[in-house]
């Protein structure tokens, strides 16, 4: 490992109600095996009018904060990473930087770029501390994100929405980054986007996976080169997971690229060897995702979440990979070495409790939230009671064009 830079402090947060996936496949008219098997998702996290990426990234950011011990005036550099800003001008991190009391000698900015936002926002860490400009400060950084795609589309069943919040330290107690095997992926494609006068994403149907699998191919290579037989050596490979069925499809390519032909289930023994692979070190740490939906660039971290949770002892010193890619499109492959310390603070980042206490909606309960966060942007005063939540922060509309915020 050549580096000594990677995440220190790690936590989760997301909406308080979900919808589950056989009620949606119900009022479909959709076989629920397709959203169950043939997407792999058990449910997804439904925001409500008053929980949006500001109050998701705060609650995030104040978990992996006090959960690991770490004050505010320790953090130096705050980044939010996030395609679902709420301004098109100010930055989501700069009411993040105020709630969360962190010193003004921060350097603060948002990064939008797809799913991949988050990830830029950790490798531009990693440099700032590596640069000796930190001078001993941590850098947080934040994903936040609400995944909509509208009532009735393709989309629909793969929604999601939460934050993940991890600092970023020299010696980190969670994940050592390797800053040798690193390799990025940018290419101009018209896959998924977002236009200004919409609240909903486009996909252009199965696109957006050719393209994420190219990128993987190109990410790959520029982190470790051509080929070569990684996957055997490895604790872990984790994927962005915008469906966990993706992460199935990504590393079938992983071993295609590393066999150097294309694999198909006629191919008896290759077969087995895929899924084999795919069952230890991939398919494992994909719960939350199942759980929570795409989370769009926090995706791949609450895999590590999900990972570091269950078998931090056992894969302490292992190396895992981690692939992140945002439509559009950009991509990074890299190693990281899971740290011995980081069995000591698995509660830390388990968010089981907060999941366990989330309310299942209906589906006509799912629509009409959908319909009023569509307004939630134009009203002046919401109550936070009427979706059933209490103790947290929350938006509460805009009055005279400027976002009101308040701890309930
Ligand atoms: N039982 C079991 N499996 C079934 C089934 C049944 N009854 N019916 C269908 N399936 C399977 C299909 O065979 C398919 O599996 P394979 O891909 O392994 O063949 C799977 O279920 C999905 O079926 P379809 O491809 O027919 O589904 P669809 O066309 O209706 O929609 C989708 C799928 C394109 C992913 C759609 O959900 C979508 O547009 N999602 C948003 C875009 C997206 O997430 N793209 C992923 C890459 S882009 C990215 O990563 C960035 C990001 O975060 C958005």
């Given at each position: ?28 008219g ?32 104040r ?30 991190a ?54 909509r ?78 080929g ?16 966990v ?33 795919y ?82 909606l ?47």
């Open positions: 490992m050549n580096s000594t830079v990677g995440i220190d402090a790690l936590a989760f947060a997301g909406p308080a109600a979900f919808v589950e996936m056989t009620d949606l496949a119900g009022a479909r959709v076989d629920p095996a397709k959203y169950l098997k043939g997407l792999g998702q058990r449910r997804m996290a439904i925001a409500s009018p008053c929980e949006d990426p500001v109050t998701m990234a705060t609650e995030a950011a978990r992996a904060m006090q959960g690991f011990g770490i004050e505010p005036e320790e953090i130096g550099t705050l980044i939010v990473g996030t395609e679902t800003g709420v301004d098109h001008s100010k930055p989501v700069v009411y993040l930087h105020e709630l969360l009391g962190l010193d003004r000698r921060c350097r603060t900015f948002e990064t939008k770029h797809a799913c991949y936002g988050a990830s830029a926002g950790l490798t531009a860490s990693m440099d700032w501390i590596a640069s000796g400009r930190a001078r001993g400060r941590k850098a947080l950084v934040v994903a936040s994100d609400i995944a795609y509208g009532v009735g589309t393709a989309g629909e069943p793969t929604q999601g929405a939460g934050a993940v919040a991890m600092v970023v330290a020299d010696k980190p107690r969670l994940l050592a980054l390797d800053s040798t095997r690193i390799g990025d992926y940018t290419r101009q494609v018209m896959d998924f986007w977002r236009p200004l006068y919409s609240k909903y994403a486009f996909a252009d149907g199965q696109y957006p996976i050719e393209c994420y699998l190219d990128a993987l191919r190109g990410a790959r290579e520029d982190a470790v080169g051509e070569g037989a990684l996957l055997e050596n490895l604790g872990a490979c984790l994927y962005h997971v915008p469906f069925k993706m992460a199935f499809k990504a590393h079938q390519r992983e071993m295609e690229v590393e066999l150097g032909r294309s694999l198909s289930k006629d191919d008896n023994d290759a077969w087995r060897r895929l899924t084999d692979s069952q230890r070190l991939t398919s494992p740490w994909l719960g939350l995702n199942a759980e929570i939906g795409n989370i769009y660039t926090g995706s791949l971290f609450l895999s590590l979440i999900d990972l570091l949770r269950q078998a931090a002892a056992t894969l302490s010193g292992h190396e895992i990979s981690m692939f992140s890619y945002g439509s559009g499109c950009g991509a990074t492959y890299s190693i990281g070495r899971i740290e011995e310390s980081a069995a000591e603070w698995r509660h830390a980042l388990d968010p089981a409790e907060q999941l366990a206490a989330r309310r299942r209906t589906i006509a309960e799912y629509e009409d939230l959908i319909e009023q966060s569509e307004r939630a942007d134009t009203v002046e005063r919401l109550d936070p009671a009427q979706y059933g939540l209490a103790g947290g922060l929350y938006y509460l509309g805009t009055r005279d064009h400027v976002r009101q915020y308040a701890q309930g």
